[in-house]
């Protein structure tokens, strides 16, 4: 029953105008992003995905994926002829890079694409999802034998990729780990333990599946320091590049869990299976992490897909279901009732969900943005301040990201009324799907103390420096015209309650870090708020250039500006008392004895 | 694999020290609440809800509910059992009027016992729930011959009882029902038509159930205005009491829903079913809304059920399962991690859970003694203001306690890491549950605007008065103990915003009525922030006291004090933020032409 279509010309306006692709054309990397190929991914992808994904999203989600006694998983029904279709139109290697067979298109482009696919159908995105992760993971430390072994076949989409972490006992903190590699004569390496969790484990969409597994060598100390990461075939590779025979590793059982039901989650169990160091010993953290920041950004991503497709179903609600009369009076009287849309708490509920998803849309590209020019720039300093600046909105693009699009998803829910509570309706299916996200990949509280106890502290807080420097910059270069003035306005306060809030950190961090822990997620959001918001002065200032110049839809562009007032009367106030809770620091959170959280 | 234990200590700490039931006790209404008897109702009742309800609250939304062919539906195993032993040790009379069979007992302690019944098990305390309205329904306008036939054995438990009012097209908008009555030669009616989403609709637990419905009479204005009320039972029951035939009224399906998957939801077809007018003709919403706000209450109080059982299973699972070290050194560096329960963010959630339920728990309790107050106090203005109070209060106990409630399960499986995911976890039920709070009896945006378009505005804002007075006077009162002034300082402060929100809509309002629709849901959010914030300074004031007294474990007072800083130094803050998103106005939440929610 829902619908889904992909926001080509929204994401058409962030490319141009907040990420100014064409001011990139010339520059290492992005020679393949030439206007008509741009266009061409947007409109083919969005209609493939449109087309062959969503369909499949709420049946996907109703059957499930299914283990049989042998351990072999099936996906549901139409995924396996959907991810066929996937790889033959080429979706599967469109940010890779071309050694191996990718089309190398920017990251930004192929994270446009990415967004649309997880609107289409999350649970499907994922399988191309952490393949990409277990390709990103070779390519920055494989050998080059395993490189020429697993990267084509991963990149074409032939094969898929797994990222094996966690254990019963062990999630955030991989110093747990008890999964252990013993050498083996010829250079490999058995393993053998347990891993849970496993996104996309086993399943029948590709012929082989490609393991990154982490887990202990004798001897290793019993911390982080002592994991290294191997690679682990499902069917073993034979020197020419054919299949040989099963490793031993199989899927013990499928996970059931509140959503993503068309992704198998498997318990993978290793029985002294086959695997191969993956650079060097006891420095698969470092690899792995290679893998997390691009996931994490995966991840943000998932939160903006998803409350972008609920938000579209709940304007098509709110436009069709009549209930009530308009505050003002009847303003369709010849029917019996107004459409939900004449509600102002219908609106505040859209007009939120609408302000932060353009909002996120334009911080995730600009992010990817980051990404390609840490890469590629051939300035090092403009490498640099993009490493900095995506390092630092990486936790809150993953955290903010997907909190936001929980609770959008939940709003959205509940502009259904109770329609939104019936399986039917597919809005149920968009809450629980969106609430993963802000679990894996570690959760939201675990990217805010990566954020506040490590991005913010390196290198002397460059990275949150270059980035107060970049809004400041932002509102100085506003245009003067009224309506950007007033949200500038908003904005320039928001950012004073972030460098407060910053300030508060850094002179009592120092005497008790648990003050800076006890306010990390409030600072995660705050931040978020800010980032967002300079976004939204980036949109606005466009949308009243673009405006005076006469060069697209002026009613697209109104509800540009109309948006960002929102965004600066409605959400940015949050960030005072979010960074009053920040000031609050430490002591009433952790001021009570364990034993007294329940009373006896 | 979760665990639940009634929190029966701090019941009873509410119920002497906030509630002040002992002051009540030779009053009308409160003679059979002894403390011998309220002890045993608490212990007692909570011992059977923890041993019998709540083992089946898993599997019950595991199995959930089956209809067979011929329309019957089964409940889950087991609690057609429970449900028999519910009845026969008498727990479903505790509240009843005497005069039906009931115990009489004030409305606070049956408030406290529901508590108890919904964290264990929600879908089942659904079945006696509504019950309890269609009693409060014929109890207010049931004929003499109604009462005597129906409420004798809906008191006793042996029969169930149902409210009927939503219909494919018609939720909110009462006015456009379309089930039709038809009187007929013997003075009853003939019911034609279909309603959904019908709680408890058909079930295996009583012998019979009597639906009261919302239809329209031949003739009636196509308006609110011409809707009846009338009491249609499964099966005809006999002038000698006895049952007869089978009534033509039946269950058509039964919802698929996000959870509450124990209680039958079901759309419900009436093909000329008998039935009798309740009350007067087109006099239908009167008696429904004596039924709705008993039941909104009940609602809300199911956010805090919900929330108190996830909450429990936050704390124990956050003192049990260990990763990473605290920020300020190894907590127990025998072990090789220590419990969660060191992470300030972990803390922060935990704290926040347990601040906001046990405020709600007090406000909960508080206002179901406005209810008892209300109807029963002999002092005609006592009785208004208990009134003026309840009504004011009844949107926001629901709406602020069940957007809360929603947001405790939410984070307490956020506690859970991944393991949160998992159905067998029990976490992720908590969250589905909890989610349909917020939509029924009236989806939180229409608390909201009940509260703010009808409540405020009554007798000259009488109530919004009498609330306001009240804090200042508790703010007045409070003891000069110095955590207590620091707090009271917080909550002076957040009443300003609501005086402030208040004036401006009373400034503004007139002009616009948008202006006060696009705030009401901050509104009612700021003075549920400030209701329970009102509840802990009475806490902390009487912790003090207590203290000071030597009358209870220190211990138990100190964590009091503890978590009533952390309400105000956490979530009071917000309360700004809320004054100046309601002050911002309607202006950016109407502005987009409907057109323009989606670029073309």
Chains 1, 2 share one sequence.
Request: glycine share 12%; net charge negative; charged share 20%.
């Amino acid at each position: 029953m829902p619908t889904y279509t992909p926001p080509v010309r929204d994401t058409r306006f962030v490319l141009e105008h907040i990420v100014g692709l064409q001011g990139h054309a010339g520059q290492p990397g992005f020679e393949g992003a030439t206007p008509d190929v741009v266009d061409a991914v947007l409109e083919e992808g969005g209609r493939f995905v449109a087309e062959v994904l969503f369909p499949l999203n709420h049946s996907g989600d109703q059957e499930g994926c299914t283990r049989h006694p042998d351990g072999s998983v099936t996906t549901p029904a139409g995924f396996k002829d959907a991810y066929r279709q996937f790889v033959e139109s080429g979706w599967a290697t469109l940010g890779n890079h071309p050694d191996y067979g990718g089309q190398g298109m920017p990251h930004v482009i192929s994270t446009a694409f990415q967004e649309y696919m997880i609107a289409s159908n999350m649970a499907f995105a994922m399988y191309p999802g952490l393949t990409h992760g277990a390709i990103a993971a070779l390519t920055a430390a494989g050998s080059p034998e395993q490189k020429a072994t697993y990267l084509p076949k991963l990149v074409s989409g032939e094969w898929g990729g797994t990222m094996n972490l966690t254990e019963p006992q062990c999630g955030t903190d991989l110093g747990l780990i008890r999964t252990r590699a013993e050498p083996q004569a010829d250079g490999s390496w058995a393993i053998t333990g347990t891993k849970i969790f496993i996104s996309s484990g086993e399943h029948d969409l590709t012929e082989n599946i490609i393991h990154l597994v982490l887990a202990k060598t004798p001897g290793a100390p019993d911390s982080s320091k002592g994991i290294s990461l191997f690679v682990v075939p499902k069917i073993m590779v034979e020197g020419d590049g054919s299949l040989g025979a099963r490793n031993a590793v199989s899927c013990g059982s499928i996970e059931h869990k509140m959503g993503i039901h068309a992704n198998s989650t498997c318990v993978m169990n290793y029985d002294g299976a086959t695997g191969w160091l993956v650079g060097e010993e006891m420095r698969g953290l470092t690899a792995m992490f290679v893998m997390m920041n691009a996931a994490r950004l995966g991840v943000g991503l998932q939160g903006l897909g998803v409350a972008e497709v609920a938000y579209q179903n709940g304007v098509a609600y709110a436009r069709d279901r009549r209930q009530g009369r308009a505050l003002t009076g009847a303003r369709e009287p010849a029917e019996k009732a107004d459409p939900l849309l004449v509600h102002p708490d219908v609106r505040r509920m859209l007009m939120e969900a609408k302000a932060l998803t353009e909002g996120l849309r334009a911080l995730c590209l600009w992010g990817a943005l980051q990404v390609d020019l840490e890469h590629k720039a051939v300035d090092d300093s403009e490498r640099q301040t993009a490493a900095d600046l995506i390092g630092l909105l990486t936790p809150v693009i993953k955290g903010f990201g997907t909190d936001m699009g929980y609770r959008i998803a939940t709003d959205m829910q509940q502009v259904f009324g109770g329609h939104g509570y019936i399986a039917e309706w597919g809005m149920e299916q968009y809450v629980r799907d969106a609430r993963i996200a802000m679990i894996y990949e570690g959760t939201n509280g675990v990217q805010a103390m990566d954020l506040v106890g490590r991005k913010l502290a390196q290198h002397g807080g460059r990275a949150i420096q270059a980035f107060m420097t970049l809004v400041t910059r932002k509102l100085a270069d506003a245009p003067a015209d009224a309506a950007v003035a007033a949200y500038a306005a908003q904005l320039k306060e928001a950012l004073g309650d972030l460098q407060s809030a910053t300030l508060w950190f850094l002179a009592n961090g120092m005497k008790n870090p648990e003050h800076v822990g006890a306010g990390a997620v409030p600072y995660m959001h705050l931040l978020g708020l800010v980032a967002t918001g300079a976004m939204w002065l980036d949109m606005a200032a466009a949308a009243v250039r673009l405006k005076a110049a006469d060069g697209e839809d002026a009613a697209f562009l109104d509800a540009k500006l109309v948006t960002a007032r929102f965004y600066g009367e409605r959400l940015l106030p949050r960030t005072a008392s979010l960074r009053r809770e920040i000031e609050g620091g430490a002591d009433a959170v952790m001021a009570l004895p364990p034993a007294l959280f329940l009373a006896a």
